[in-house]
């Protein structure tokens, strides 16, 4: 039964090999090539800018396979990050078998796999993105004795020549459907080759960004993902970004994840909901309402918000983004069901009502358990970030609200159940602290909090220099005053960063 399960998988390799990609062997790697005539293997892993990186071997004996399965090959890492030296730049990469997926663009069979990074030594490079997730994952385990889950939502635009037909009202293309919405059909066709490649889809939509202007039509599209183990979730954006620029390109589209692109429009985040799990149950909940390890989670998150836009926002177009009234958040606090705060709590179908029976009477009263669905949503963060870093910064975050005294009380002050923007509640919340508004800014607070970051060997101390340099690199302290009401310069600074991440 579980094996005809896979069988229906949209994974195509989960299906064609009837088995969970957790159980990928280097025998089952051996068989899709040999299955499926498999003429190359690309070798995938991301760089210091966010995006991945191609390797390329052709196979021509199984023996060479065999070669590269086991051993891997040798990359120059000082042209991948910031923060190695050309001295010493010598990196191993090794193909993980569970990430393994066909190339949907290549016209010659292809095998992809993403890799992970090792020392001279054959040890994980303790300054790697994803090492530096698996080891705030095995943190958090180790503290809480839960497992991190998360999953995220890509927003992104999808530009093309305005055809002057059913324009869509503009900052209203939310849910919009067709012929309102012109890229419903390109979202649909890139769901179904990330499912193909092993991303847990949720569903797609159009969201609120939509325009015209100088004769081309932006609509903004969002993605969100199932939950999963973090270092599952990281890797699902990393190939659906992949996917979502190839398929543009292939079909002569152009798509930016860029946070901002013009002002006065909705720029795109990637929010990421968590949970915390226990022998696969979801703790974020007890007895129907949140529960006080979720609150911890919250409060860590809270007292960390500033140093995670370090992670979650590495460039000056993100800070243009987290402004008020623009549907992204600008101070310091959470709330439930709350679009203005930082940390939401979503609907999480806790009322036990059963709405299935009530929207079809001829369905049966049944008690239904979805506790599972409760998640918290961080909606600071956008596609510049570095996916790993900024996951292993949230589950740094959510593990020191359960070591700290007073999680409690910073949960209580930093709730907030109103419209924050709102002017009557100006004086109430008037005490939360703020995000930083430039990356020159968000690196002083990364200064401020690396200790956090460090503890458990979780980040490298060369990793967070290297953050931070790159972040004052961009020298923005005061930029967001001195572009204000320069439309020319906001848009000559989109199209420095128009491909971030």
Known sequence: ?????????????????????????????????????????????????????????????????????????????????SFIAAGSSDLYVMPRFSTAFIDPFSEIPTLCMLCSFFDRDGNPLASSP??????????????????????????????????????????????????????NDFRMRAMQLIAECGGKIKYGHSEVGNFIENGRCYEQNEIEFLPVPANECAEQLLIAKWIIRSLGYEEGLDVTFAPKITVGKAGSGMHIHMRIMKDGKNMMLEGGKLSKDAR???????????????????????????????????????????????????????????????????????????????TVEMRSPDASADIYQLLAGLCVA????????????????????????????????????????SCAASADCLERQRKVYEEYDVFSPAMIDGIIKQLRAFNDRTLRQEIEGKEMLMEKLVRQYYHCG
């Open 398 to 437: 959510c593990r020191h609200g359960f070591e700290m005294a007073n999680a409690e009380a910073e949960a209580e002050r930093t709730f907030a159940d109103g419209d924050i923007h709102d002017p009557k509640n100006a004086e109430r919340y008037a005490t939360l602290a703020q995000l930083p508004d």
């Open 296 to 374: 911890k989670a919250i409060a860590g998150m809270m007292d960390l918000a500033e140093s995670i836009t370090a992670f979650g926002n590495k460039n000056p177009t993100s800070y243009f983004r987290l402004v008020p009234h623009q549907e992204a958040p600008t101070n310091v606090c959470w709330g439930m069901s709350n679009r203005s705060v930082l940390v939401r709590v979503p609907l999480g179908w806790t009322s036990g009502e059963d709405m299935c029976h009530k929207a079809n009477e001829k369905e049966p009263l049944t008690e239904r358990d979805y506790s599972g669905k409760q």
């Open 1 to 81: 039964m579980e094996n005809n399960l896979f069988r229906n998988s949209a994974n195509r390799l989960e299906a064609h090999l009837g088995k969970s990609v957790h159980d990928f062997t280097k025998d089952d790697i051996k068989q899709v090539v040999n299955d499926l005539n498999i003429k190359m293997v690309n070798f995938m892993y991301p760089a210091g800018d966010g995006r991945l990186k191609t390797l390329n071997f052709m196979l021509h004996t199984p023996d060479y396979l065999e070669t590269i399965l086991t051993s891997g090959e040798r990359v120059d890492g000082s042209s991948l990050f």
């Open 130 to 183: 994803e090492h530096t997730l698996c080891k705030a994952m095995a943190a958090f385990k180790k503290v809480t004795g839960m497992e991190f889950h998360a999953m995220g939502e890509l927003e992104y635009y999808v530009i093309r020549e305005d055809e002057g037909m059913f324009p869509a009202d503009d900052q209203h293309g939310y849910h919009e459907s067709s012929p309102f919405a012109k890229g």
